[in-house]
Nanobody, 117 residues
Framework: QVQLVESGGGLVQAGGSLRLSCAASGRTFSTSTMGWFRQAPGKEREFVARISWGIGSTHYADSVKGRFTISRDNAKNTVYLQMDSLKPEDTAVYYC??????????WGQGTQVTVSS
């Protein structure tokens, strides 16, 4: 059974930092693109960042570019999201996702990030 488990969320003041982790089990994601998404209350889930397998090229949403960094440790089957200079509008439930058969097939349960002003 494939599982993605996020951790590292919490409450932080604006301008602070958090590091989210997503540990995968049940299959290796070393050859899969991994992504982070978020969903704020009353809003649709939105893309945050992704990292490809192989050379690990990255792509970010404009709203987080320059503040968030996605990385991966294939040996640990884990992907990270370093979030710096956090803003209140970053408040959301953050989900990691693993690419499967033509889409993000695997999803974690989410971790809450709350940024106070």
């Amino acid at each position: 059974q494939v599982q993605l488990v996020e951790s590292g969320g919490g409450l932080v003041q604006a301008g602070g930092s958090l590091r989210l982790s997503c540990a995968a089990s049940g299959r290796t994601f070393s050859t899969s693109t991994m992504g982070w998404f978020r969903q704020a209350p009353g809003k649709e889930r939105e893309f945050v960042a992704r990292i490809s397998w192989g050379i690990g090229s990255t792509h970010y949403a404009d709203s987080v570019k320059g503040r968030f960094t996605i990385s991966r440790d294939n040996a640990k089957n884990t992907v990270y999201l370093q979030m710096d200079s956090l803003k209140p509008e970053d408040t959301a439930v953050y989900y990691c996702a693993g690419w499967g058969r033509g889409s993000y097939e695997y999803w974690g349960q989410g971790t809450q990030v709350t940024v106070s002003s």
